[in-house]
C-alpha cells in the first residue's frame, strides 16, 4: 500500500484564531477514511488545505510526494461542503465544465451516475432540491479518476433512504489504488463503508486507526466509540 498523504506539524491560523495545532496524519492509499469530530474541530479547514484551497499555514503537507498546488490538485477530486456548482447551470454544463478542466474526468461515468440517481440531465441546478444536488455533486467528483477524494459532508443533506445508495455510488467502481476522505457527523450511515477514522478535536487528531481494530479494541461500533470519546 502506497502512503496518500502525510502531514507534519500543521498548523493554520484564522487571524489569532488556531484552527489547525500541530496537526500529524498519514493516510495510505486504497482505503476509506471518516474524518470525524466536534462542530469547528477543525475537519473542512484540513480538506481545504489538502485540497489546496487554503495555502497559507505552517507544516509540511505531502500528497502523493507533493505539497498542495498544481501537481497534487491533478490527482485530487475535492468536493466542498458548500455547493460550488453555479445555480444557472444545467447538469450538461456542469458535465462539460468537468470535462474541460479535468483530464482525468469520465464522462461517460458521470452520465451513468446521474442517471443511477434520476436525475436529469437538462435540469438548471437551482431547480433541484438539496439532496439532488449533493447527488449531482458526488456524481461529478467521483467521475475524476483522482488518486485522492476529499469530500466534505457530501450526503448531508440527502434523505435516510436514499444515503446507502449515494454510499454506494462513492465506492463503485472506485479505483482499488485510490484513497477517499470522508468528513461527516452521520457516522452510523458511514460506518459500513469506512475502512479508517480520524477522530478531531481542537485542530488535532485526537483518535485514528482501522474500523476493525477500534472496534475489536473499544467492544463497540465506531459510532458509539464517538459517542463515549466526545461525551
Ligand atoms: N474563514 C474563517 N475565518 C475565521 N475562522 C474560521 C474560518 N473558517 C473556519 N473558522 C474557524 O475555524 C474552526 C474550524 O472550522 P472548520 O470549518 O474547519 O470546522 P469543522 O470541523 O469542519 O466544523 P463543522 O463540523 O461544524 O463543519 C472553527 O472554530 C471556525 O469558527
Keep these: ?80 461542503d458548500a455547493s460550488f456548482l ?29 442517471g443511477f440517481f434520476s436525475l436529469d440531465t437538462g435540469a438548471r441546478l437551482s431547480t433541484l432540491s438539496k439532496g439532488m444536488r449533493e447527488k449531482a455533486q458526488i456524481a461529478l467528483a467521483m467521475s475524476r479518476r483522482a488518486k485522492v477524494y476529499l469530500l466534505d459532508e457530501p450526503i448531508s443533506g440527502v434523505d435516510p433512504a436514499a ?21 461527516t457527523h452521520l457516522i452510523h450511515d458511514l460506518e459500513p463503508i469506512l475502512d479508517g477514522v480520524a477522530f478531531m478535536r481542537y485542530g488535532r487528531v485526537l483518535l485514528s486507526g482501522e474500523v476493525d481494530d477500534l472496534r475489536a479494541e473499544h467492544g463497540k461500533s465506531i459510532d458509539a466509540l464517538f459517542r463515549e470519546v466526545y461525551r
Excluded at 444557472?88 to 451513468?112: K, M, N, P, Q, V
Design 163 to 183: 444515503r446507502d445508495v449515494l454510499l454506494q455510488a462513492i465506492v463503485r467502481d472506485l479505483d482499488p489504488e485510490a484513497l477517499v476522505v470522508i468528513s
Design 1 to 80: 500500500m502506497t502512503t496518500a498523504i502525510t502531514i507534519r506539524g500543521l498548523n493554520k491560523d484564522y487571524g489569532r484564531f488556531r484552527a489547525l495545532d500541530g496537526l500529524d496524519l498519514d493516510l495510505d492509499g486504497g482505503r476509506i477514511v471518516g474524518l470525524l469530530g466536534e462542530n469547528g474541530c477543525g475537519k473542512t479547514t484540513l480538506l481545504k488545505v489538502l485540497a489546496g484551497a487554503l495555502t497559507r499555514y505552517d507544516g509540511d503537507v505531502r500528497i502523493h510526494g507533493h505539497r498542495p498546488g498544481p501537481e497534487s490538485k491533478a490527482m485530487v477530486s475535492f468536493l466542498p
Design 86 to 114: 453555479p445555480d444557472t447551470s444545467t447538469l450538461d454544463g456542469c458535465i462539460r465544465r468537468y470535462r474541460d478542466f479535468f483530464a482525468d474526468f469520465d464522462e461517460d461515468h458521470a452520465r451513468e451516475l446521474i
